[in-house]
């Protein structure tokens, strides 16, 4: 069975600052995706950046890093220069390999960016 | 206009009632999945269907059933409705390939009194 642990329900961060949420995961596979979503407070789940577990750079998207330590089996979101926009919560997800090719969710971070 | 959409937006109704949500994509994925959200909590699959006449269970399908009635279009219905179905629920599609990413819906925030 697969795991995802979110160990900071809440983060604060000063506008443009870095922040790093915490990510880590549990599956006997070899072959896995890692995501993360982003939840504003409308409602919709935002998909952020993507990292496989055979890639071996870590995934990029603009303001949006993956930190994977593949030994550690941790997959923080790295978010540059922090904005007001960002305040939401955010889901890592994993996807591991087989037929069934579900997510399997964390329970979240609510980050909130300070003016 | 929107790549995934969802109707209802919100939904308010009775226990016992026959409710159906529905899902539309013009993104062209093959792949399209029903998650219901609790309040704090995660995504957890309900039902997914990697083609039109492919359909599988996910995590929590009690209580729900689905239809893929076209590539483009999946739906799902709670029969009779109770209280602990009150939920956001999101439809997602994906294309079959490497990275198999999940865009969702705007959700569908669903009320059973």
């Known amino acids: 069975a697969q795991k995802i642990t979110q160990t900071q329900p809440g983060m604060f961060v000063q506008e443009k600052e870095a922040v790093t949420l915490d990510c880590t995961y549990d599956t006997s596979d070899q072959s896995y995706g890692l995501f993360w979503y982003k939840q504003p407070s409308s409602g919709e789940m935002i998909f952020l950046i993507y990292q496989g577990s055979y890639d071996e750079q870590n995934a990029t998207e603009g303001r949006y890093s993956l930190n994977f330590q593949k030994a550690r089996k941790s997959a923080n979101l790295v978010i540059s220069a922090s904005q007001l926009g960002d305040s939401a919560m955010y889901f890592c997800a994993m996807r591991a390999s087989g037929s069934a090719r579900q997510l399997t969710f964390g329970s979240g971070t609510q980050l909130t960016v300070l003016p | 206009d929107a790549d995934v959409t969802q109707t209802p937006r919100n939904r308010i109704t009775k226990t016992g009632k026959r409710i159906m949500l529905e899902c539309s994509q013009t993104k062209g994925h093959d792949r399209m999945y029903w998650y219901r959200q609790d309040p704090g909590l995660g995504l957890r699959l309900i039902y997914y269907s990697f083609d039109v006449k492919d359909i599988n269970k996910g995590e929590i399908s009690d209580g729900y059933s689905v239809s893929r009635q076209a590539q483009a279009k999946f739906s799902l219905s709670l029969e009779s409705a109770i209280p602990n179905q009150t939920a956001l629920y999101f439809c997602?599609?994906?294309?079959?390939?490497?990275?198999?990413?999940?865009?969702f819906g705007p959700g569908t925030r669903l009320t059973v009194l």
């Open positions: 997602a599609t994906s294309m079959r390939g490497y990275a198999d990413t999940q865009y």
